[in-house]
C-alpha cells in the first residue's frame, strides 16, 4: 500500500519559517522522483519543487530562493523548508510521487501518488 503522509503546516507570520515533512512508504522515494504541490483558494494545483531520484531539484520561479527540498533516503522522507514566506504561499501543500524518468517536472499531471495534504496559512 502507498502512502505519503504529510506534517509540519499552520500558520505563520510574513517572514515567518515551516518545516514540512513527508513520511513515504510502499515505494522507495530514491526510485521515484519526489515534489512538493499546492493549491491556494480559487487557484488550480501547481508544482513548488521537486527532487528527482540522484538528488536533482527544481523549484517554480514563485519560491527560487526561498523554499528548499531535499530528502532523507534512509528515512524515505521528503523534507521542504520554507523560509521568507509570503501571504501569496497561503494553500494546501501536498507531497507527491512520480516516476523517476518524469525529470525535475511540477506538472501535477505527472504525478502518480499523493498526499492528503497540510494547510500552510502566512499572514501579513
Known amino acids: 500500500q502507498v502512502q505519503l503522509r504529510e506534517s509540519g503546516g499552520g500558520s505563520v507570520q510574513s517572514g515567518g519559517s515551516l518545516r514540512l515533512s513527508c513520511e513515504v512508504s510502499g515505494i522507495s522515494s530514491t526510485r521515484f522522483g519526489m515534489g512538493w504541490l499546492r493549491q491556494a483558494p480559487g487557484k488550480g494545483r501547481e508544482g513548488v519543487a521537486s527532487i528527482d531520484y540522484d538528488g536533482r531539484t527544481n523549484y517554480a520561479d514563485s519560491v527560487k530562493g526561498r523554499f528548499t527540498v531535499s530528502r532523507d533516503n534512509a528515512k524515505n522522507t521528503l523534507i521542504l523548508q520554507m523560509n521568507s514566506l509570503k501571504p501569496e504561499d497561503t494553500a494546501m501543500y501536498y507531497c507527491?510521487?512520480?516516476?523517476?524518468?518524469?525529470?525535475?517536472?511540477?506538472?501535477?499531471?505527472?504525478?502518480?501518488?499523493w498526499g492528503q495534504g497540510t494547510q500552510v496559512t502566512v499572514s501579513s
Open positions: 507527491a510521487a512520480r516516476p523517476s524518468y518524469s525529470r525535475g517536472t511540477l506538472n501535477p499531471s505527472q504525478y502518480n501518488y
